[in-house]
C-alpha cells in the first residue's frame, strides 16, 4: 500500500541519516586522534559505533586509540568484533594479536591470527604476524631459562626487544623483577614491582620480590611489613620465611652490637658487627651501616688502619657520605697520611660548602701535607707538636749529646749517621726554639724560606757549644756547667 512505501522509506532516510551522523563523528574522533587526544578519539568512536554498530572500521578504529593509551584488552574486544563483521578484515586480526600479544595471551593471538590467515590465505601482514608471536614466545621461554638458572644478565638481554610487545603479563612483569634484583638494579626493581602491586595486590610472589627490593635498598621496615603480609596469607611461603628469619638474625646482631659499643665493649662490640656482616655479605645498604658503626669502635680503639678498611666499603658504595668520609679523613689524619686526608676533606667541603670546620680542617690537613713533604722537627726531637721551650731544649740536650759526632767515632757509616742526625736535631732545635720560625713551620711554609743557609743559620756545632756554654770550636767543652743546660756537669771518661 502506499501508506507502507512511506513507512519504509522513511525508515531508510532515518537509517541513512544515521550512519550519515556515525561517519560524522568516525571523522571528527580522526581528528582527535591525529592530534593524540585519545580519549576524545574513543567517546567519537563509541558515538559513531552506537549510530552504526555494524561497521568494522569504527570497532578497528577505537582499538587503535586504546592501544595508544594501553589499553590492551579493550582493544582486542574490539578486534574481535570487526572480525565478525568481516571476517576478511586483516587489520583488525593484526591489532587483535598486538594487544593478546602484549596482554601474555599468546594462545588467544594464535587462534586469531589462525581465522586470519584462513580467511586472507595471501595476506603478507598477517603472516608477519604470525611470525613475530613465533618469535615473542621463543624469547619468553628464553627468558624463563635465564631466569630460573640464575642467568640473570643474559635475561636483562633479553627483556628489551621483548618489553616492546609483552607489557602486561604479570608473569612477564615478575620474571623481569627477578631479573633486575639479580643484577642488583634494586632501585628498578622495587620501581617496577611497585607499579605492578597497583594492579596485583594479591600477587603472594609479587608482594614478597618488592619486600626483597626494599629490603636491598635499605628499607627494612617496609622490607618486614611485605613479608609479614606474605606469610599471613600464605604461611608457608618459603622464600618470605627464609627472608623474614634473616632480617630478625641480622638485627639481633646489630643490636647486640651497638648496646656492645654504648657500654664501652668495644672489642665485643667489633665481634658482634662482624657477625652481622657474616648474615648477608650481598646487602650492601645495610652492611654500610654496619661498616660505619664497627668503624667508630675501631676509632676508639686507635686502630686507625682498621678503621679506614671498613669506611672504604662504605665510601665505595655511597660516595658522597659525609660522615664517612669525616671520619676516613680523621684517620688518614692519625696515621699521618696527609694525603689521604686532604683528599678526604676536600670533598666535605664540595658536599658542605658552608661548613666552617670542615674548611679549617681541610686548611690544617693541606699545611700539614706541605710539612710532611720535609723533616718533621716534632718527630726529631721526640716531642710533641704542642711542646713547651722547656720541653724543646731538655729534648735537644738529650739527643745532642747522644749523636755529637765526638762522641760516635765508630766505623766510617755510623760517623756519617750520628752526624746526619746531629746536623737534623740542631736543625729542628733553632727552628723550633725560635717563636717566629716555628710559627711560620707550623703553616707549612717551605723551609727554605725560614731564612739563614739552606734551611737553617747556624753551624750545629756553634750552636751546641752555645748550647753548652762552650767558647770556639766542635768538640766538647771541658767540664763545667751548662748555662742552658740546667747547671750540671757532665765528663766523659
Known amino acids: ?20 551522523r556515525a561517519e560524522a563523528k568516525k571523522k571528527e574522533a580522526n581528528g582527535y586522534f591525529k592530534e593524540r587526544y585519545y580519549r576524545k578519539a574513543i567517546a567519537g568512536y563509541t558515538e559513531a559505533i552506537e549510530l552504526n554498530p555494524k561497521e568494522k572500521t569504527f570497532y578497528s578504529n577505537r582499538a587503535a586509540a586504546y592501544m595508544k593509551l ?4 579493550e582493544a582486542a574486544e574490539d578486534c574481535e568484533s570487526a572480525t565478525k563483521i568481516d571476517p576478511k578484515f586483516a587489520k583488525a586480526y593484526q591489532r587483535g594479536s598486538a594487544s593478546y600479544n602484549h596482554l601474555g595471551q599468546f594462545d588467544k593471538s594464535e587462534n586469531l591470527l589462525k581465522r586470519g590467515n584462513k580467511a586472507n590465505p595471501y595476506d603478507v ?29 643474559k635475561a636483562m638481554m633479553i627483556l628489551p626487544m621483548l618489553e616492546k610487545f609483552v607489557s602486561q603479563d604479570i608473569n612477564i612483569g615478575i620474571l623481569t623483577i627477578r631479573a633486575m634484583l639479580g643484577v642488583k638494579r634494586y632501585q628498578k626493581a622495587l620501581k617496577l614491582a611497585s607499579e605492578w602491586y597497583q594492579r596485583e595486590k594479591q600477587n603472594i610472589e609479587l608482594i614478597h620480590l618488592r619486600g626483597v627490593a626494599h629490603y636491598n635498598t635499605g628499607n627494612s621496615a617496609m622490607a618486614t611489613k611485605h613479608f609479614q603480609m606474605v606469610l599471613k596469607n600464605a604461611p608457608d611461603y618459603r622464600p618470605s620465611q627464609e627472608m623474614y628469619r634473616l632480617m630478625k638474625r641480622m638485627d639481633k646482631s646489630k643490636t647486640r652490637a651497638d648496646s656492645d659499643f654504648k657500654a664501652g665493649k668495644l672489642d665485643e662490640a667489633i665481634v658482634a658487627y662482624g657477625e652481622a656482616l657474616a648474615c648477608d655479605p650481598n646487602n650492601k645498604t645495610f652492611n654500610r651501616s654496619v661498616f660505619s658503626n664497627r668503624a667508630s669502635a675501631y676509632m676508639k680503639l686507635k686502630k686507625f688502619q682498621e678503621a679506614i678498611s671498613d669506611l672504604d666499603q662504605v665510601v665505595d658504595g655511597d660516595p658522597e657520605n659525609l660522615k664517612a668520609l669525616r671520619r676516613r679523613a680523621t684517620c688518614h689524619s692519625a696515621l699521618e697520611n696527609h694525603d689521604g686526608a686532604v683528599r678526604d676533606l676536600d670533598m666535605c667541603c664540595k658536599l658542605d660548602r658552608g661548613n666552617r670546620d670542615l674548611r679549617q680542617r681541610l686548611r690544617k690537613a693541606r699545611i700539614a701535607q706541605k710539612r710532611a713533604a720535609h723533616k718533621d722537627y716534632y718527630k726529631i726531637l721526640g716531642v710533641a707538636k704542642d711542646a713547651t721551650d722547656r720541653e724543646l731544649k731538655k729534648a735537644y740536650r738529650k739527643l745532642a749529646l747522644k749523636w755529637h759526632p765526638d762522641k760516635n767515632q765508630g766505623s766510617e757509616e755510623e760517623a756519617k749517621n750520628a752526624e746526619a742526625k746531629f746536623k737534623d736535631i740542631s736543625e729542628a732545635y733553632e727552628v723550633l726554639s725560635d717563636d717566629q720560625k716555628r710559627a711560620r713551620y707550623d703553616n707549612g711554609e717551605d723551609l727554605e724560606d725560614l731564612g739563614g743557609h739552606g734551611h737553617h743559620g747556624m753551624d750545629p756545632n756553634m750552636m751546641f757549644n752555645m748550647f753548652f756554654g762552650g767558647r770556639g770550636g766542635g768538640g766538647f767543652p771541658g767540664g763545667g756547667g751548662f748555662p742552658g743546660g740546667g747547671g750540671f756537669e757532665f765528663q766523659f771518661g
Do not use: F, W
Request: net charge positive; proline share 0%.
Open 1 to 20: 500500500s502506499k501508506e507502507d512505501g512511506n513507512k519504509e522509506d522513511g525508515a531508510a532516510e532515518a537509517a541513512e541519516t544515521k550512519a550519515q
Open 70 to 73: 594501553n589499553l590492551y584488552k
Open 125 to 153: 601482514n598477517i603472516r608477519k604476524e604470525i611470525t613475530k608471536l613465533k618469535s615473542i614466545r621463543k624469547s619468553v621461554a628464553e627468558l624463563k631459562e635465564a631466569v630460573s638458572s640464575g642467568r640473570h644478565e
